[in-house]
């Protein structure tokens, strides 16, 4: 009997609290969502969450992932953009030296275009091909195809440069 009691409390409970959060509308009421950032302030976190790869006349975006290495790479370049002489690695990858280490966050991954990877903590790697090996995603190129990158990246040394700062805004 009590379980039954308790049941109708709870119960009645859940119905007050729909009822309380009902309103009457009007013809002339409109609904606005509710945001809890300015457009500044969400244009400043989606710029966060973003860095440029330039690669001569092409400038990529990336996304960072959401991890302690891809903090570290965010940290490094907010000290100012990051020149990397890469070259060619069997035919799926540029890798250059990052010139320190970052802390890792390796886990076991099928690479695709457009990924961004920390190797052995010191080296970082553009994909423009795939590749399964045990990797940091630093993160990922937008919008990218294969051949894009393919056809930015050339076929043998390439310098590139990270930034956080877009080198086409000005």
């Known amino acids: 009997m009590r379980r039954w009691v308790g049941l109708l409390a709870i119960a009645l409970m859940g119905w007050e609290l729909v009822a309380c959060g009902t309103e009457e509308k009007g013809a002339n009421s409109a609904t606005q969502p509710i945001s809890s950032f300015s457009k500044s302030e969400e244009e400043s976190t989606m710029e966060k969450d973003v860095f440029y790869i330039q690669v001569n006349d092409t400038v990529f975006t990336a996304k960072f992932e959401d991890?302690?290495?891809?903090?570290?790479?965010?940290?490094?370049?907010?000290?100012?953009?990051?020149?990397?002489?890469?070259?060619?690695?069997?035919?799926?990858?540029?890798?250059?030296?990052?010139?320190?280490?970052?802390p890792q966050?390796?886990?076991?991954?099928?690479?695709?275009?457009?990924?961004?990877?920390?190797?052995?903590?010191?080296?970082?790697?553009?994909?423009?091909?795939?590749?399964?090996?045990?990797?940091?995603?630093l993160g990922r190129i937008q919008n990218v195809t294969k051949e894009e990158?393919?056809?930015?990246?050339?076929?043998?040394?390439?310098?590139?440069v990270f930034s956080l700062e877009d080198p086409n805004a000005e």
Do not use: C
């Open 67 to 102: 991890h302690s290495s891809a903090e570290a790479f965010r940290t490094l370049l907010e000290s100012g953009p990051l020149t990397v002489s890469m070259r060619d690695y069997g035919n799926f990858e540029k890798v250059g030296d990052l010139g320190q280490s970052l």
């Open 105 to 137: 966050n390796d886990t076991s991954i099928t690479t695709v275009p457009g990924d961004v990877i920390l190797y052995q903590g010191d080296s970082i790697t553009i994909y423009y091909d795939t590749n399964s090996w045990t990797f940091t995603r």
């Open 149 to 160: 990158l393919v056809e930015a990246l050339g076929s043998g040394d390439v310098t590139v």
